[in-house]
């Protein structure tokens, strides 16, 4: 599509068992896929110990055949993302909102 100009790589965690049978969580790649950003949302701001956490809600155009799940690690442009809610499947893009957590 024409207003899909970046490009999203969608990583997903796995958990295999590594030495003396303890798990180690990797995170491996699921595929690459023309994306459109929006503008924010929103943001909410969390106290925690020591410091405020941020977080910024967007949402995200992705073309139809991704495969996007909820808690993948997205990267988009360089930064990272988090999916947040199940995808909403059109005919021709799927709609998603996405987080980004930082440090205040």
């Given at each position: 599509m024409r207003f899909m100009t970046d490009e999203v790589i969608v990583k997903r965690n796995q958990t295999?068992?590594?030495?003396?049978n303890r798990p180690i969580t990797e995170l491996i790649e699921i595929g690459?896929?023309?994306c459109s950003l929006d503008k924010g949302t929103g943001s909410t701001v969390t106290q925690?110990?020591?410091?405020?956490?941020v977080?910024?809600?967007f949402n995200l155009y992705?073309?139809?055949q991704a495969d996007i799940k909820r808690?993948?690690?997205?990267?988009?442009?360089?930064?990272?993302?988090?999916?947040?809610d199940p995808a909403?499947?059109?005919?021709t893009h799927i709609e998603l909102e996405i987080i980004t957590n930082a440090e205040a």
């Open positions: 295999v068992l590594g030495p003396l690459r896929y023309k925690t110990d020591p410091q405020a956490v977080r910024n809600l992705v073309e139809p808690n993948d690690v997205l990267y988009i442009n360089g930064e990272k993302y988090f999916a947040t909403v499947r059109h005919r």
